[in-house]
């Protein structure tokens, strides 16, 4: 196969990617393709980036110059590569194929390795973009250096993007009379032995506790799994409530089916959402920007607020770096 036939099909290969991954996040989320909004932020990266795909591609095969053979090989090869783990991704959502149960640093392998895969995919993906790039530029023997290091840039950038948003919240005026909500939502956090909440949970805990005996929230909506063995933390916070506030039992809700952020919103969507209810969403600062990004990508009518709960320097960083990270992994496949 010649290098023209080649790039042509790069260039089928790369738009079958952006159509396989927004399908991926769109129909493992439950949502319609008439939900799809290209304005979001997830979608506008995605968006840009096979606009930059396609006229790589096109400029290589209509500016009339000759290409390295073996580097558009090379490059037709990897965009085979990167387009199995989306297939596997669907594939294990489509027949809702079990992993086994077990846990890797406190994550459930079920969800770790969709991501492995999908972070290959974009990884690969973003590779053979920069390469057509500095191919057409001329820069073919360093092409793959080039590239290598465009794509580390890439994250870089697209983490401390992330990390400057986790500042960028503020929080629902709770005073105000025209912000009272049907439910304050609380998100599961950590259950320590002998099924205490651990201290950042404790501070959501409180503060929605507060929320409620100041007649903002009408209702307490506790969310989050449990490891095997283990007490829920929708459990968990609900026995802290009832033994150590005095609110009516009637008024709390408890979803203990769901181990995630993204999971426990697609929750409130597929359960709540048909209603006019409004919805107060309850966790920590460092949280909270990634919690507005999904409830935005749901279309849920939602606000946040923080719990106060004091960090220290230390940890404060440690949460904001992984809550970066998770907002990319949001933008990019919506989990």
């Known amino acids: 196969m010649n290098s023209k036939k080649q790039i042509w099909l790069i260039l089928l290969l790369g738009i079958l990617n952006f159509i396989l991954l927004t399908f991926i996040k769109y129909y493992s989320n439950q949502l319609s393709f008439a939900d799809i909004n290209f304005l979001k932020i997830g979608n506008f990266i995605s968006v840009f980036q096979i606009l930059l795909f396609i006229i790589g591609n096109g400029l290589l095969i209509f500016s009339g110059k000759k290409n390295n053979s073996g580097h558009i090989n090379f490059l037709a090869f990897l965009s085979v590569i990167y387009i199995i783990p989306l297939v596997l991704v669907i594939i294990i959502t489509l027949v809702n194929f079990e992993f086994s149960n077990s846990y890797f640093l406190g994550y459930p392998i079920k969800k770790i390795i969709p991501v492995i895969f999908l972070v290959v995919n974009q990884t690969l993906f973003l590779f053979v973009l920069f390469t057509l790039w500095f191919i057409y530029l001329g820069n073919n023997y360093l092409a793959y ?10 994250i870089i950038i697209l983490i401390s993007a992330a990390f400057v948003k986790t500042f960028l919240v503020e929080d629902v ?27 950042i949970f404790i501070g959501r805990i409180e503060k929605g506790a507060e929320l409620y005996l100041n007649r903002v929230i009408k209702n307490i909506h506790l969310t989050g799994g449990n490891a095997p063995g283990e007490l829920s933390e929708a459990k968990a916070a609900y026995n802290y409530l009832v033994e150590n506030y005095n609110i009516n039992p009637d008024d709390i809700l408890i979803e203990e089916a769901t181990s995630t952020t993204n999971e426990q919103i697609r929750f409130i969507k597929n359960n709540f959402s048909n209603s006019s209810s409004n919805f107060l969403f309850i966790s920590d600062d460092f949280h909270l920007k990634r ?36 907002l990319v992994l949001f933008w990019f496949f919506a989990i």
């Open 173 to 199: 005026v709770i005073f105000s009379k025209e912000n009272k909500f049907d439910y304050g939502i609380i998100l599961g956090a950590a259950v320590w032995s002998g099924d205490k909440p651990s201290p």
């Open 145 to 154: 250096f080039y590239s290598s290091i465009a794509v580390i840039i890439s």
């Open 291 to 326: 919690i507005e990004d999904m409830a935005d990508f749901y279309n849920l009518n939602a606000n946040v607020i923080s719990s106060k709960y004091k960090l220290n320097f230390q940890k404060s960083l440690y949460y904001r770096l992984r809550e970066s990270v998770g």
